[in-house]
């Protein structure tokens, strides 16, 4: 990866994860995995799938980071295909985490992405 100018990281530096995300991306010009890769954050790109331990013909993945405030560690849940889940599992995915009441359905790989960026 070339080397990000300085004014660039300080641009970003004070900016939320996901805010900071879609500026190199929107704002700059860089792509998901570039900005993924300049701010140390996964995305939808990033996701190990497997076959859902419970749902037949579902896939599953899940992700499990510090809290910042020093509480316990955010989770998130990616899901989708087989009957049931609000997603095909491979274009649209549910996802839900706990940060959220409920889960979310649907979602593109890049809404995916966003959810991710918001628990990081």
Same mark, same amino acid.
Not at 67 to 93: A, H
């Given at each position: ?18 805010? %900071? ?13 570039? %900005? ?21 013909? %579902? @896939? ?18 990616? @899901? ?14 549910? @996802? ?25």
């Amino acid at each position: 990866m070339k080397r990000i100018p300085q004014k660039i990281l300080d641009y970003i530096k004070p900016l939320s994860t996901i805010d %900071a995300f879609n500026s190199l991306i929107g704002d700059m010009g860089f792509t998901q995995t570039e %900005a993924s890769q300049i701010l140390d954050v996964y995305i939808f790109d990033d996701i190990d799938f497997q076959p859902h331990g419970v749902v037949p013909n %579902a @896939v599953q993945s899940s992700f499990e980071f510090p809290n910042p405030d020093g509480g316990e560690d955010i989770w998130i849940s990616i @899901v989708g295909g087989g009957d049931g889940l609000y997603g095909d599992g491979e274009s649209t995915f549910e @996802v839900w985490s706990s940060e959220m009441e409920d889960p979310i359905g649907w979602l593109t790989t890049d809404q995916v992405t966003q959810e991710l960026l918001k628990v990081q």
